[in-house]
T-cell receptor, first 114, second 113 residues
Framework: DAGITQSPRHKVTETGTPVTLRCHQT?????MYWYRQDPGHGLRLIHY???????DKGEVSDGYSVSRSKTEDFLLTLESATSSQTSVYFC?????????????FGPGTRLTVL | GENVEQHPSTLSVQEGDSAVIKCTYS??????FPWYKQELGKRPQLIID?????GEKKDQRIAVTLNKTAKHFSLHITETQPEDSAVYFC????????????FGTGTRLQVTL
């Protein structure tokens, strides 16, 4: 599992509340990614990080922010959750060895916004 | 940006038959093409990948082919087994520092007995 954990694994929240999802890795990888997975859309990149305090937007970044204050933790925050953000969220890390090296995914977080 | 289209969205085959999933990409600069398998309720896992300097790659019962001119690549699974039932995603990447993957929308493969 490449030492990736996500927390929480499941969360139900109400519209308008803030939500933070955590991705934790134990192998000191530089690159980390947040994706959301929805039926009919596959996996879409939300934000990614290429180092501590270095982050950039993906294709579906509106409504999301991220932070990375330590190598091992990459946090995804929904400032004010909406029903359209109900999804399964996967964190990924890029393995060592170069830009085309395999991305390993965490176990996922199922988020429901009521 | 890159756009990846994947077909079919669902595929049902009998055990022992072959399955083929096709993807096209839009960015001619993309040069790395991984395939991921996702079983129900689990995380996506890499099963095979191909780089643009190679036309075909095989690993036991699975193979991937790449046609750079036409900008399409395909996954071939031979002698399918029930454990091959899953959702398969193709992806494309232009190798840069950030290396952001763009995924297809997935193919649900069902292998029936």
């Amino acid at each position: 599992d490449a030492g990736i954990t996500q927390s929480p694994r499941h969360k139900v929240t109400e519209t308008g509340t803030p939500v933070t999802l955590r991705c934790h890795q134990t192998e000191n990888h530089r690159y980390m990614y947040w994706y959301r997975q929805d039926p009919g859309h596959g996996l879409r990149l939300i934000h990614y990080s290429y180092g501590v305090k270095d982050t950039d937007k993906g294709e579906v970044s509106d409504g999301y922010s991220v932070s990375r204050s330590k190598t091992e933790d990459f946090l995804l925050t929904l400032e004010s959750a909406t029903s359209s953000q109900t999804s399964v969220y996967f964190c990924a890390i890029r393995g060592s060895g170069g830009p085309s090296n395999e991305q390993f995914f965490g176990p996922g977080t199922r988020l429901t916004v009521l | 940006g890159e756009n990846v289209e994947q077909h079919p969205s669902t595929l049902s085959v009998q055990e022992g038959d072959s399955a083929v999933i096709k993807c096209t990409y839009s960015d001619s600069a993309s040069n790395y093409f991984p395939w991921y398998k996702q079983e129900l309720g689990k995380r996506p896992q890499l099963i095979i990948d191909i780089r643009s300097n190679v036309g075909e790659k095989k690993d036991q019962r699975i193979a991937v082919t790449l046609n750079k001119t036409a900008k399409h690549f395909s996954l071939h699974i031979t002698e399918t087994q029930p454990e091959d039932s899953a959702v398969y995603f193709c992806a494309a990447l232009r190798v840069t520092t950030a290396s952001k993957l763009t995924f297809g929308t997935g193919t649900r493969l069902q292998v029936t007995l």
